[in-house]
């Protein structure tokens, strides 16, 4: 009996240091994979990492970890600034290149930013906010502020749509059509382009307070090329 309970504890024993090894050597990754991504990305802040799955040990030695979770206060993406970006990763290699199997994202585009793509294409001097589920235009006409509401859509891989859902003077809503022709036709068809690496693309959009929040999903993407985009 006391050799089998020695045996237990040592077994025991062996365990812990085991399972201590591993979540020593998963911080330790972790804290080099948010330093890594910090130093080649730019504009990034609170980024955190998180492998999932135990033993982290044998996902190493396979060459590829289950399940990586991943999020930043603000980074730069599809050529925007975001924030509150948040990432689920499946199948990621440890050797380079770094590729993933598949994963989602999302993120919040602030208003400023689509305020400036709006004023490109529109050539109206607009101010852009975003709020209750829409996005609202405001600009001067003839000494009269208009405000148009339009709403986001994903139009193709890696492209928004905004479609005009309302437009509101000081005398009441209109149609767009009751505006003139140049404003009409500049509002008609707006669109946002996004730089998403190869293998990336839209999944969906939706308005939220402060901006606009865009999710992706991948498939056999490399890692490099998202902190790049």
Do not use: N
């Not at 504890?9 to 890594?36: K, S």
């Not at 802040?45 to 979770?69: C, K, N, S, Y």
């Not at 996004?194 to 293998?199: A, K, Q």
């Amino acid at each position: 009996m006391k050799r089998l309970v020695g045996l237990l504890v040592t077994l025991l024993a062996i365990v812990a240091v085991v399972v201590v090894a591993d979540r020593v050597a998963v911080g330790a990754a972790e804290r080099g994979a948010v330093t890594a991504f910090e130093e080649q990305a730019d504009d990034v802040t609170g980024a955190q990492l998180d492998i999932t799955g135990f033993p982290f040990l044998t996902q190493l030695a396979r060459g590829e970890l289950t399940h990586v979770t991943g999020s930043a206060d603000s980074a730069s993406f599809g050529g925007y600034a975001i924030s509150d970006l948040q990432v689920e990763a499946d199948g990621v290699s440890t050797s380079e290149p770094h590729r993933i199997a598949s994963g989602t994202a999302s993120g919040v585009i602030a208003a400023d930013s689509l305020q400036q793509v709006v004023a490109e294409q529109s050539g109206l001097d607009v101010g852009l906010t975003a709020s209750g589920g829409v996005l609202s235009l405001a600009f001067d006409l003839l000494g009269a502020t208009i405000t148009v509401d339009v709403t986001p859509r994903v139009s193709g891989p890696a492209e928004l749509a905004v479609d005009v859902v309302a437009v509101r003077t000081g005398l009441g809503t209109v149609s767009v059509e009751d505006l003139p022709s140049g404003i009409a036709g500049a509002l008609s068809d707006l669109r946002v382009p996004l730089d998403l690496p190869d293998g990336v693309a839209l999944d969906s959009v939706a308005v939220v307070e402060g901006g606009v929040r865009v999710a992706v999903t991948g498939t056999d993407v490399v890692a490099e090329d998202l902190v790049a985009s």
